[in-house]
């Protein structure tokens, strides 16, 4: 049974899947770019929110593939992610 709210959304994705792969990968190497470079004076809460989005991107695609590794590689980064925005905010040390 397919669920009819995700299914067309499910079939663009993987209609583009290539391309939207590609766009998550460069937004975390963007990201951590970013840190690299500019060190402790890095927007961290734009860094992790961009994680964030990065890693709900790769982690569906992983999903619509199938791909196990990937799936958890991916939704460990969620909660990475989610952590740092935390910790941007001051909310956890």
Not at 35 to 52: A, H, I, K
Not at 66 to 93: C, E, M, P, Q
Request: glycine share 4%; hydrophobic share 55%.
């Amino acid at each position: 049974m397919k669920m009819t709210l995700l299914y067309p959304i499910n079939q663009k994705i993987l209609t583009n899947i290539r391309t939207i792969e590609m766009v998550g990968v460069l937004m975390r190497i963007f990201s951590f770019s970013l840190v690299s470079w500019l060190g402790s004076s890095s927007p961290f809460m734009f860094v992790w929110v961009l994680n964030t989005i990065d890693s709900v991107i790769l982690s569906w695609c992983s999903t619509l593939k199938k791909d196990y590794a990937y799936i958890l590689l991916n939704t460990f980064w969620i909660f990475v992610s989610i952590v740092g925005i935390f910790r941007a905010y001051n909310l956890v040390h």
